[in-house]
C-alpha cells in the first residue's frame, strides 16, 4: 500500500507452497490467473467509449513487434474473445526462468521472442481468424 507515492506498508500473508511448508514474503510472485481478463476487458472497452482504441483494429497497429503473419487477421475484439488461438502468457518454463522475472526486455521485444508462447528457437505455429460460425 502506498500513501502519497511512498510505500506506507509492504506485507504478505498465507502460504507460498503448502506441500513445502514456504510462507509467501513481499517478493513471491504467482500467477493471478483468469480475473485480469475481466479488468482488461473493462478497461479496453473505456478506451473504445473514448475512441481510443477500435474493437475492429488489428493488433499489428497496437503492437509493431507482432508478427503480421498473424496480428493483421487478429482484432482486439478477437482477443477479447480469448477464443483465437493466441497463448495468453508466456509457458511456465519460461515464467519461471530467474534471467526472465528479472529481465529489463521491452513489451515490443518481448512480444517478438516469445509472442507465440514459445521462444523463437522453436517452431512457430500457423495462427489466423478463426472461422466465424
Known sequence: ?????DVALAAAFGVARRDKHV???????FQVGSVSKWFTTL???KLVDEHKLALD?????LLPGYPAT?????????LLSNTIGIKDRLPTELI???????SSMSAA?????????QSRTGPQPSLGRRAKA
Do not use: C, E, F, K
Not at 510462507?23 to 513471491?28: A, E, F, K, S, Y
Not at 498473424?70 to 478477437?78: I, K, L, M, Q, R
Open 70 to 78: 498473424v496480428g493483421d487477421s487478429v482484432t482486439v475484439a478477437d
Open 23 to 29: 510462507l509467501m514474503d513481499t517478493q513471491t510472485r
Open 109 to 117: 521485444q518481448a512480444t517478438t521472442l516469445y509472442g507465440h508462447g
Open 57 to 61: 483494429q488489428s493488433i499489428t497497429s
Open 96 to 102: 519461471n526462468r530467474p534471467d526472465m522475472s528479472a
Open 1 to 5: 500500500m502506498s500513501r502519497d507515492g
Open 43 to 45: 478497461l479496453v472497452l
